[in-house]
């Protein structure tokens, strides 16, 4: 094919999150570069409102938007693959069904959950890191009130409708609040055998406190904000069993038939093809250009590296990965062009966890520390800024207004998978009554007998 013979500098790009898009938006003008981005979904996704999905805040499409819609260079390909591994003796990425060469590979693959050696853990408490999570989520969610709804035994009740959320970072703590705002504002009048107002929340932590990288004044008035939002929050509750029926920590035992993960990550396991050195989350240990060690043509950006500046980890969140996409596309065409290159450098421009509707705590440019609705208007704002897309800025602002003067939301409680399966049986009290017996029937007169006279 002509493409193949293309003189052209060949960049393969594997994920289209943060650092990816923004790595391929930024070679997307570079007339001596062609540029191919590798996904296994069709979409780029705003992973930090992925938990407004599940909590029915928001639709799956007000967070998504195509990658070829989004990337429309001409010099940009858009493959849509499952990379396998890299071969970088031949320089070549290998996806199902075939391998493709590159000149200079960025990984930008993510991060998926971790267990903690636990992955039968994974099909009874399901974590929120794709569409697919968050709609499970919400499924899960709804499911369980409308199982309360046909139960017939209280306690089983009682226990359809306590919400166990395992870690209390970020994830964990935005899923509490959204989910606790939701079954007391949303959802009361939808039921009328069960009141959702007293459904149980409770968030564990293993550590001594929620958000456990943020300093210890906003951690504290995180607990106070869920606590007051009715989340019965946990500390110093380390997991040590999981099953269909509940959750162990020390010596307790909470019955529940709905858990949600938001404790561990792992770094996407393409990366242990390069053979490099990793952290213990699997993360790659980069150089100063972010490229893998001894693979000046491999780079890595987002929750699979693992960056240092002046002694502490940078943060794994959007904004991080974002810059570390654009120094990268910086580095390919510096090279190409021999000029000299830069270490990256990260600009903390803050990091915010939305606790409830004008709940929220966090660090603005790594100084300012902001809690209640003043952090929660900055946080609002800077997703809106960074969401792609007229539409869903319009529609997610739309909803967020909508949500917060109603305290309700719009119908987004959708159920579109087949849950009968996990329903109980049904309450006697719902059932069809028993059909009661004929009267008996009234005896004849004996044929003797005269009739009565009336």
């Given at each position: 094919?002509?493409?193949?013979?293309?003189?052209?500098?060949?960049?393969?790009?594997?994920?289209?999150?943060?650092?990816?898009?923004?790595?391929?938006?930024?070679?997307?003008?570079?007339?001596?570069?062609?540029v191919?981005?590798?996904?296994?979904?069709?979409?780029?996704?705003?992973?930090?409102?992925?938990?407004?999905?599940?909590t029915?805040?928001?639709?799956?499409?007000?967070?998504?938007?195509?990658?070829r819609?989004?990337?429309?260079?001409?010099?940009?390909?858009?493959?849509?693959?499952?990379?396998?591994?890299?071969?970088t003796?031949?320089?070549?990425?290998?996806?199902?069904?075939g391998?493709?060469?590159?000149?200079?590979?960025v990984?930008?693959?993510g991060?998926s959950?971790?267990y903690f050696?636990?992955?039968?853990?994974?099909?009874v408490?399901?974590?929120?890191?794709t569409l697919e999570?968050?709609?499970?989520?919400?499924?899960?969610?709804?499911?369980?009130?409308?199982a309360?709804?046909?139960?017939?035994?209280?306690?089983?009740?009682?226990?359809?409708?306590?919400?166990?959320?395992?870690g209390?970072?970020?994830?964990?703590?935005?899923l509490?609040?959204?989910l606790?705002?939701?079954?007391?504002?949303?959802?009361p009048?939808?039921?009328?055998?069960?009141?959702?107002?007293?459904?149980?929340v409770?968030?564990?932590?293993?550590?001594?406190?929620?958000?456990?990288?943020?300093p210890?004044?906003?951690s504290?008035?995180?607990?106070?904000d869920?606590?007051?939002?009715?989340v019965?929050?946990?500390t110093?509750?380390?997991?040590?069993?999981?099953?269909?029926e509940g959750?162990?920590f020390?010596?307790?035992?909470?019955?529940?038939?709905?858990?949600?993960?938001?404790a561990?990550?792992?770094?996407?396991?393409?990366?242990?093809?390069l053979?490099v050195?990793?952290?213990?989350?699997?993360r790659?240990?980069?150089?100063?250009?972010?490229?893998?060690?001894?693979?000046?043509?491999?780079y890595v950006?987002?929750d699979?590296?693992a960056?240092?500046?002046?002694?502490?980890?940078?943060p794994?969140?959007?904004?991080?990965?974002?810059?570390?996409?654009?120094?990268?596309?910086?580095?390919?065409?510096?090279?190409l062009?021999?000029?000299?290159?830069?270490a990256?450098?990260?600009?903390d421009?803050?990091?915010?966890?939305?606790?409830?509707?004008?709940?929220?705590?966090?660090?603005?440019?790594?100084?300012w520390?902001?809690s209640?609705f003043?952090?929660?208007?900055?946080?609002?704002?800077?997703?809106?800024?960074?969401?792609?897309?007229f539409?869903?800025?319009?529609?997610?602002?739309?909803?967020?207004?909508y949500?917060?003067?109603?305290?309700?939301?719009?119908?987004?409680?959708?159920i579109?998978?087949?849950?009968?399966?996990?329903?109980?049986?049904?309450?006697v009290?719902?059932?069809?009554?028993?059909?009661?017996?004929?009267?008996p029937?009234r005896?004849?007169?004996?044929?003797?007998?005269?009739?009565?006279?009336?």
């Amino acid at each position: 094919m002509d493409r193949d013979r293309d003189s052209r500098h060949h960049v393969v790009i594997v994920g289209a999150g943060f650092g990816g898009l923004q790595a391929a938006k930024a070679l997307g003008k570079a007339r001596n570069v062609r540029v191919t981005v590798v996904d296994r979904y069709n979409h780029h996704l705003f992973q930090p409102l992925l938990y407004q999905v599940a909590t029915a805040v928001l639709n799956p499409s007000d967070i998504s938007a195509p990658i070829r819609t989004v990337l429309h260079s001409r010099n940009t390909e858009v493959l849509l693959a499952d990379a396998k591994s890299v071969d970088t003796r031949r320089k070549v990425l290998v996806v199902d069904g075939g391998e493709l060469p590159y000149d200079s590979l960025v990984l930008a693959t993510g991060a998926s959950h971790s267990y903690f050696k636990h992955p039968e853990w994974a099909d009874v408490a399901p974590g929120l890191k794709t569409l697919e999570d968050a709609v499970r989520i919400r499924e899960r969610v709804l499911s369980a009130f409308e199982a309360a709804e046909r139960e017939s035994d209280p306690v089983r009740q009682r226990q359809w409708m306590t919400f166990v959320i395992i870690g209390a970072g970020p994830t964990g703590v935005e899923l509490a609040g959204a989910l606790s705002y939701m079954t007391r504002h949303a959802m009361p009048k939808d039921f009328r055998r069960i009141d959702t107002r007293e459904a149980r929340v409770i968030l564990l932590e293993g550590l001594p406190r929620v958000l456990n990288t943020y300093p210890e004044e906003l951690s504290e008035r995180a607990k106070r904000d869920l606590e007051e939002l009715h989340v019965d929050v946990r500390t110093g509750a380390m997991v040590t069993d999981i099953d269909a029926e509940g959750v162990t920590f020390g010596n307790e035992r909470i019955a529940t038939r709905t858990v949600l993960w938001g404790a561990g990550v792992a770094a996407s396991p393409l990366v242990r093809s390069l053979e490099v050195p990793l952290d213990r989350a699997g993360r790659v240990q980069v150089t100063p250009l972010l490229t893998a060690p001894g693979l000046s043509d491999v780079y890595v950006v987002g929750d699979v590296a693992a960056v240092e500046q002046h002694g502490k980890p940078v943060p794994g969140i959007a904004p991080a990965a974002m810059q570390m996409g654009r120094h990268v596309a910086k580095t390919i065409r510096c090279r190409l062009a021999n000029k000299p290159l830069r270490a990256f450098r990260y600009h903390d421009k803050g990091s915010f966890a939305v606790i409830g509707r004008g709940y929220a705590v966090g660090l603005l440019f790594d100084k300012w520390r902001m809690s209640g609705f003043p952090a929660w208007c900055v946080w609002a704002g800077v997703h809106i800024a960074y969401l792609i897309g007229f539409r869903n800025r319009a529609s997610v602002m739309l909803n967020w207004a909508y949500t917060f003067f109603t305290k309700g939301g719009r119908d987004m409680r959708l159920i579109t998978g087949n849950v009968l399966k996990r329903m109980p049986a049904l309450a006697v009290s719902l059932q069809a009554p028993a059909v009661s017996p004929a009267p008996p029937a009234r005896p004849e007169l004996p044929a003797s007998r005269p009739a009565p006279v009336h």
